[in-house]
């Protein structure tokens, strides 16, 4: 009979999606689909991780990442029969970044934090790795991005966690959080009606490199999104920040 066997990794640590990987494998050969969705919308101040990388750009990005890279091996021997299918969770956020740093200097700069919000480099990042990642996929499989819109999950409880800080705490107390949380009761999408556009992703789609908004949408890619030269780089990029972590990449 199918069943859910649930399993469990930290982003916030390269060790523990290292060790999930082991598990996973350890008991499955083959990996049909792919949806790297967990995110964070930020921090407050400037936070890094035990393997010393600001927080959102691992958890976001880089942990992801691995992850794919670690489970290649298992989406490839389900290559042999049949299409398999990547569906990276981006946001529309990612249109709002006109540039995107990829050294760790630049991203590890406190001054660009204060700045800058970093939730849009990581949802730019998102975007170019599954363009990236269709053109290597290379007829293997396919790999798209995806906005889910608006929905009412716990990523905005994060979100009101940085609205302390960073604002009057009476203003984000009783003006900002109320506010938030009327969106989310009244206009937002649930978790299961957010979840519709990857699940067709994940289960219908035939071609890649392609960005969809809810539900199931096709939009053009635009902007820094759609420079290859950029994903190529990036991709680069990542795997050398884990290679100098100690992971084979």
């Excluded at 969770?89 to 991203?107: H, Q, R």
């Excluded at 849009?120 to 990042?125: E, F, H, P, T, V």
């Excluded at 969106?183 to 957010?194: F, P």
Aim: glycine share 6%; net charge neutral; with cysteine.
């Amino acid at each position: 009979a199918k069943r859910i066997v649930p399993m469990t990794a930290e982003l916030e640590s390269l060790k523990s999606v290292d060790a999930f990987a082991r598990a996973f494998l350890a008991k499955y050969d083959k990996l049909d689909i792919f949806v790297p969705n967990a995110g964070i919308p930020g921090t407050a101040t400037m936070e890094f991780t035990e393997d010393n990388l600001e927080k959102t750009i691992q958890v976001d990005h880089l942990a992801h990442f691995l992850m794919y890279k670690l489970l290649e091996p298992a989406l490839l021997k389900a290559a042999q029969h049949g299409l398999v299918r990547v569906a990276v969770v981006s946001s529309c956020f990612a249109y709002l970044a006109t540039e995107l740093p990829i050294t760790l200097n630049e991203l590890h700069d406190p001054e660009r934090y204060k700045q800058k919000g970093y939730y849009k480099y990581a949802k730019l990042m998102n975007l170019l790795f599954a363009r990236e990642l269709n053109r290597r996929l290379a007829g293997k499989g396919v790999a798209n991005a995806v906005h889910p819109g608006g929905v009412a999950s716990n990523i905005w409880r994060k979100y009101e966690e940085s609205l302390r800080h960073k604002r009057n705490s009476w203003f984000a107390e009783n003006v900002f959080i109320p506010a938030l949380n009327w969106v989310e009761s009244n206009l937002m999408w649930t978790a299961e009606d957010g979840a519709l556009t990857q699940l067709a992703l994940a289960t219908k789609v035939t071609t890649g490199g392609d960005m969809y908004h809810q539900v199931f949408r096709k939009v053009p890619v635009s902007g820094l999104a759609a420079d290859a030269e950029l994903g190529k780089k990036l991709w680069d990029f990542s795997e050398q920040v884990l290679r100098d972590r100690g992971f084979d990449t």
